[in-house]
């Protein structure tokens, strides 16, 4: 019976302890990400655990895009974070309005095998852009050998990359991680720089049963939009259900148009009325007059003639031959 009582008696302190702990817990608040240019990657709280784990922290999003840039068939992981109590604006198909403290993130790696990435990877940038008094802010980070830290540089390196592709083909490459400077010349507009890929007509993708548009919407980070249904779809390059035109269009896009636009590189360096973004009505973008130019540069690797003229080192076959059938098909 003593036995019992005391047994009883320290059930009772026990669950009174344990109720008592429970009104006096606090959960901890998930920082929200830095928009600041800080030395080290991990500062800007946008990763949780190790860094090379690449996992998104609470309020970090991954976000795709329905037609990506070609950059050396890198794998390419795209990380969005909008600040607490802040939300993007729909404006249509193109950039939607983005709210000061945005940052943009784009790490790009390679898995040793491509069919098996237990394999293990090797990462080599994060590229960045943070939204600061209306201003996009350019920085890139460089991962160390070990691949415990990127660390800020505007500089220029090369890097030689070895993986295995889908096929079972092994390439050896010299993949450039692009200066500052680089990063201007493509990410600017009139002399305004400007995010490149997340257009709500990109992003307007469904991944897993789930239109990432309407996720945002749901989320709360993305207001004033129409049903998802609604806004305009960029084609997927490499999707068959898509006409050749569609396809070729939105590849040119992408990969073309933020230099070969009103206001982008080319045309402020050039004066050409050559126009390749995908809303540009055939007739007016000049592409039939330029179809053997694009051709012959596009298969080119002589520096200064090539193209895209910056931001690769192999050619996109796969691209190319897209390109190709488009171009000669006209």
């Given at each position: 019976m003593k036995n019992?009582?005391?047994?009883?008696?320290?059930?009772?302190?026990?669950?009174?302890?344990?109720?008592?702990s429970d009104d006096d817990y606090v959960p901890v608040a998930v920082e929200y990400p830095v928009p600041e240019f800080m030395a080290k990657l991990s500062e800007l709280k946008l990763f949780e655990g190790d860094l090379a784990n690449l996992e998104p922290t609470e309020h970090v999003n991954i976000y795709e895009l329905n037609t990506s840039l070609f950059t050396d068939y890198a794998q390419k992981l795209r990380f969005l974070s909008i600040p607490e109590g802040a939300k993007m604006i729909y404006n249509g198909g193109g950039l939607p309005i983005y709210p000061d403290g945005t940052i943009m993130t784009k790490t790009f790696y390679y898995y040793n095998v491509d069919n098996n990435p237990s394999q293990g990877k090797q990462i080599i940038e994060t590229r960045v852009l943070i939204l600061k008094s209306g201003v996009w802010n350019i920085g890139n980070y460089v991962w160390n050998d070990e691949q415990?830290?990127?660390?800020?540089?505007?500089?220029?390196?090369?890097?030689?990359?070895?993986w295995t592709d889908s096929q079972g083909i092994e390439t050896t490459f010299d993949y450039v991680i692009p200066s500052y400077t680089s990063c201007v010349d493509c990410h600017q507009n009139d002399g305004v720089r400007i995010p490149i890929g997340p257009m709500a007509r990109n992003m307007n993708v469904t991944i897993n049963g789930v239109n990432q548009l309407q996720e945002f919407i749901d989320n709360g980070i993305l207001a004033e939009a129409p049903s998802v249904s609604?806004?305009?779809?960029?084609?997927?390059?490499?999707?068959?259900?898509f006409s050749l035109e569609e396809r070729a269009r939105a590849y040119l896009d992408v990969n073309c148009a933020h230099c070969h636009q009103p206001g982008g590189f080319f045309d402020l360096n050039f004066f050409s009325n050559f126009e390749l973004r995908y809303e540009t009505p055939f007739e007016e973008a000049n592409i039939y007059s330029k179809r053997n130019v694009i051709i012959?540069?596009?298969?080119s690797d002589i520096?200064?003639?090539?193209?895209?003229?910056i931001g690769t080192s192999l050619?996109?076959?796969?691209?190319?031959?897209?390109?190709e059938e488009y171009l000669e098909s006209l």
């Amino acid at each position: 019976m003593k036995n019992f009582l005391k047994l009883s008696l320290i059930a009772f302190i026990t669950l009174f302890i344990s109720c008592s702990s429970d009104d006096d817990y606090v959960p901890v608040a998930v920082e929200y990400p830095v928009p600041e240019f800080m030395a080290k990657l991990s500062e800007l709280k946008l990763f949780e655990g190790d860094l090379a784990n690449l996992e998104p922290t609470e309020h970090v999003n991954i976000y795709e895009l329905n037609t990506s840039l070609f950059t050396d068939y890198a794998q390419k992981l795209r990380f969005l974070s909008i600040p607490e109590g802040a939300k993007m604006i729909y404006n249509g198909g193109g950039l939607p309005i983005y709210p000061d403290g945005t940052i943009m993130t784009k790490t790009f790696y390679y898995y040793n095998v491509d069919n098996n990435p237990s394999q293990g990877k090797q990462i080599i940038e994060t590229r960045v852009l943070i939204l600061k008094s209306g201003v996009w802010n350019i920085g890139n980070y460089v991962w160390n050998d070990e691949q415990t830290e990127a660390f800020l540089d505007d500089a220029s390196y090369t890097k030689s990359i070895t993986w295995t592709d889908s096929q079972g083909i092994e390439t050896t490459f010299d993949y450039v991680i692009p200066s500052y400077t680089s990063c201007v010349d493509c990410h600017q507009n009139d002399g305004v720089r400007i995010p490149i890929g997340p257009m709500a007509r990109n992003m307007n993708v469904t991944i897993n049963g789930v239109n990432q548009l309407q996720e945002f919407i749901d989320n709360g980070i993305l207001a004033e939009a129409p049903s998802v249904s609604d806004i305009v779809k960029l084609p997927v390059w490499d999707d068959l259900s898509f006409s050749l035109e569609e396809r070729a269009r939105a590849y040119l896009d992408v990969n073309c148009a933020h230099c070969h636009q009103p206001g982008g590189f080319f045309d402020l360096n050039f004066f050409s009325n050559f126009e390749l973004r995908y809303e540009t009505p055939f007739e007016e973008a000049n592409i039939y007059s330029k179809r053997n130019v694009i051709i012959s540069r596009i298969n080119s690797d002589i520096e200064g003639y090539k193209m895209p003229f910056i931001g690769t080192s192999l050619f996109h076959a796969e691209g190319i031959l897209l390109l190709e059938e488009y171009l000669e098909s006209l």
